[in-house]
C-alpha cells in the first residue's frame, strides 16, 4: 500500500493528475484501495491514504519504489518504514513522503498515509508515469506489490473511452503499445497495423508477460470498430486475443486478451507508438545477427501470481554462428550460469544451463530480436502453473542503465 503511493505522485504537469492503481500479487497482503484518485498540483501536499488487508503481522518492512516516464527510469527510492522515507522527484518538481509507520502492524486491515507534493511546473516530459512498488516484510517476503499509473486526468478519461468508426490512415505503419492485468497476471501487447485498404489488411500482433506469442503478417478485415482475425496458429495454447478494437476518435486500439489462469477476461487500452521506438517491446523480430564486438548487456524482468523473476544476459563474445553467455536471475530463486557455450540459428539462441539454474526454475527458451535489439526469455518455475515471458532491454554492460 505505501508504495502504491509514493509511486503515483511520480508524475505530473499543472493540472489534476489521474490516479490509476492494481494489485500485483504479493505474499501477504492485497490492496483494495488507494483514495483519493486524483492530485492537484501546486499548493500543500495531498494525503494519499493506501489500504489493504494482510494476512500476517508485520514487525518491520523495507519499500522500493522505481519510477519510469515514458519507458525511461527516472526516479526511485527505499528505506525502513520507521522513518520517513522521501523520493525526489528529478528537477526539484516535488516529493512523496510515506510517513513513518509504527510496527507492528497487526494483520488484518492497514492504512498507511503518505504525502505528496508536486508543483505546477512540472515538465510535460514527466506527464506519464509508471511506477512498480515492493514492499518485504521481516521475513524478506512480499508483503506489498503494486503497479501504479499517473496522467493529467482530462487524458485518463479519454484514454478509458473508444469511440468512433472511421478507418485508420495505413499509408505507413502504424504501431500501438499497451499492458494490462489481473489477479497479479500482466500481459503486454503489441499491435502492428501493416497495411490497410477496402476495409481489409494485414497485422502483427506479439503479447509477453503471462506467455509470450509473436503473430506476423495476419489478414484482417475492419467492420466499424471491430478488427477481425484468426490468430489461433500462433497464439498460445492457454492465452487467446479474443476482441480487438479500433478506436478512431482516440486513436488508440483495444484489445481483450483471456488467459486461462485468469478466471477474467484482460482488457487493455493500447497507445500509438513510434514502430522504431522500444516502447513496442512485445515485438520480437528480426534475425540478424548481434554486433559483438564488445560484450552486449540485456536486463528486464516478468512474473505472474505475485513472483517476478529478473533475469540478466551478457553476450560475451560471438562469431561464426557461436560464442559465450552468462545468464544470471533473482527473484523467484536466484542463479548465476556463467560463461556457457551457446549456438545461434535465425532468432533462437541455444544454451544448456542445466548444471546452473535451480532445479525448480528453467529457462526454456531465449531469442535475439534483431529489429528491436531485444532478447526474449521465457522462464519455467515449477510453482507458477504456466510460463514467464519477459522481453530484456539493451543495458550498460557497467551501470545496467537502459540505452
Known amino acids: 500500500m505505501v508504495k502504491a503511493i509514493f509511486a503515483l505522485v511520480s508524475t505530473a504537469e499543472a493540472a489534476t493528475l489521474g490516479v490509476t492503481w492494481g494489485d500485483c500479487g504479493a505474499k501477504h497482503a492485497t490492496v483494495d484501495d488507494l ?55 528529478p528537477a526539484g518538481v516535488g516529493t512523496i513522503t510515506v510517513k513513518a509507520v509504527t510496527f507492528p502492524l497487526k494483520a488484518g486491515r492497514v492504512n498507511i498515509p503518505v504525502d505528496v507534493k508536486v508543483s505546477s511546473l512540472i515538465p510535460a516530459s514527466l506527464a506519464t508515469t509508471a511506477t512498480h512498488i515492493e514492499a518485504v516484510d521481516q521475513n524478506g517476503e512480499s508483503v506489498i506489490c503494486l503497479d501504479v499509473n499517473t496522467k493529467k486526468a482530462a487524458e485518463l478519461e479519454v484514454e ?47 503479447g509477453d508477460g503471462i506467455e509470450g506469442f509473436t503473430c506476423d503478417n495476419h489478414d484482417f478485415t475492419k467492420s466499424g470498430q471491430g ?71 540485456y536486463h528486464g524482468s516478468g512474473g505472474a501470481l505475485g513472483l517476478t523473476e529478473n533475469v540478466d544476459i551478457k553476450i560475451s563474445d560471438y562469431s561464426g ?17 556463467a560463461n556457457h557455450g551457446f549456438t545461434k540459428s535465425g532468432q533462437s539462441i541455444v544454451t544448456d544451463l542445466s548444471d546452473c539454474q535451480p532445479d525448480a526454475i528453467s529457462i526454456t527458451k531465449v531469442l535475439y530480436c534483431s529489429d528491436q535489439d531485444t532478447v526474449k526469455v521465457t522462464v519455467k518455475d515449477n510453482t507458477v502453473p504456466i510460463p514467464v515471458t519477459a522481453t530484456m532491454k539493451k543495458v550498460d554492460c557497467a551501470s545496467a542503465v537502459e540505452v
Not at 469511440?163 to 500481459?187: I, Q
Not at 488467459?259 to 482488457?267: F, K
Not at 527473484?331 to 550460469?337: K, S
Open 35 to 89: 483514495s483519493p484518485t486524483s492530485i492537484t498540483t501546486g499548493g500543500s501536499a495531498t494525503t494519499l491514504t493506501g489500504t489493504g488487508i494482510s494476512d500476517e503481522d508485520v514487525t518491520s518492512a523495507t519499500f522500493t519504489a522505481v519510477v519510469k516516464a515514458s519507458g525511461v527510469k527516472v526516479a526511485s527510492c527505499s528505506g525502513d518504514a520507521t522513518s520517513d522515507i522521501v523520493c525526489k522527484l
Open 321 to 337: 554462428g557461436a560464442g559465450h553467455i552468462d545468464v544470471a536471475g533473482d527473484g523467484i530463486e536466484a542463479f548465476t550460469c
Open 227 to 297: 478488427i477481425t482475425t484468426d490468430l489461433t496458429d500462433c497464439q498460445p495454447d492457454k492465452i487467446s486475443i479474443s476482441n480487438v478494437l479500433y478506436c478512431s476518435d482516440q486513436d488508440t486500439i483495444k484489445v481483450t486478451v483471456k488467459a486461462d489462469a485468469v478466471p477474467i477476461p484482460i482488457s487493455t487500452q493500447l497507445s500509438r507508438v513510434d514502430c522504431a521506438s522500444r516502447q513496442a517491446a512485445a515485438s520480437c523480430s528480426g534475425s540478424e545477427d548481434p554486433d559483438v564486438s564488445s560484450p552486449r548487456c
Open 160 to 206: 478509458k473511452s473508444c469511440s468512433g468508426t472511421a478507418d485508420p490512415d495505413v499509408s505507413e505503419a502504424r504501431c500501438y503499445h499497451g499492458s494490462g492485468g489481473a489477479l497479479g497476471l500482466t500481459e503486454s501487447v503489441d499491435v502492428k497495423l501493416v497495411d490497410f485498404a477496402s476495409g481489409a489488411g494485414h497485422i502483427n500482433v506479439a
